[in-house]
Structure formats: C-alpha cells, structure tokens
Nanobody
C-alpha cells in the first residue's frame, strides 16, 4: 500500500520560512518523479514544484521561483520543499504527489498559513 505523509506545515509570518517533508512508503521511491502542489480556498490545485526521479531536473511555478526549493533524499524516501520569503498568497494546503507512468499517488496535505 502506497502512502505519502506530509509534515512541516503551520503558521508563519510573511517573510518567514518553512520546510515541508513528504515521506513515501510502499513504492520504489527513486523511480518516481515527485512534486508539490497547493490548493488555496476556492481555487484549483496547482503545481508548485517538481523533480525528476534522478533529481537531475527541477521545475517551479513562476510565483515561487527563486523562493522555493524542491529536493529529495532517496535514502529516506523523502521529498522536501524549502519555502523562503513566504507571502500571504502562499497560504494553501500543500500536497505531495508521486508519478511514474500511469501510477499517481497523493498525500493527505498539510496546511501552510502565512499571516501576521
């Protein structure tokens, strides 16, 4: 059974930082492309950042480029999202996503709230 478990969300002031983690189990982690999506209230879920299964290539939404960094640790079956210089518009539920061919898996989400 595949599980993706996110952690690290919370309340942070504008300009602050958070690091999200997503630990995967039940799959061969190193063979999956990993992504972070987010969904704000009343809006669609959108891609924030992605990384290829070898970690050789990353991709970011324009709204977070230069502020967020995605990375993986294959030894820990974990993908991270380092979020710096957070803005109120970054407030959303953040979801971890694993993708390989036709297989797609989602985590349960973790809330990030940026507010003073």
């Amino acid at each position: 059974q595949v599980q993706l478990v996110e952690s690290g969300g919370g309340l942070v002031q504008p300009g602050g930082s958070l690091r999200l983690s997503c630990e995967a189990s039940g799959l061969t982690f190193s063979t999956y492309a990993m992504s972070w999506y987010r969904q704000a209230p009343g809006k669609e879920r959108v891609l924030v950042a992605s990384i290829t299964n070898g970690g050789s290539s990353t991709n970011y939404a324009s709204s977070v480029k230069g502020r967020f960094t995605i990375s993986t640790d294959n030894a820990k079956n974990t993908v991270y999202l380092q979020m710096n210089r957070l803005k109120p518009e970054d407030t959303a539920v953040y979801y971890c996503h694993a993708f390989r061919f036709s297989a797609r898996y989602w985590g349960q989400g973790t809330q990030v709230t940026v507010s003073s």
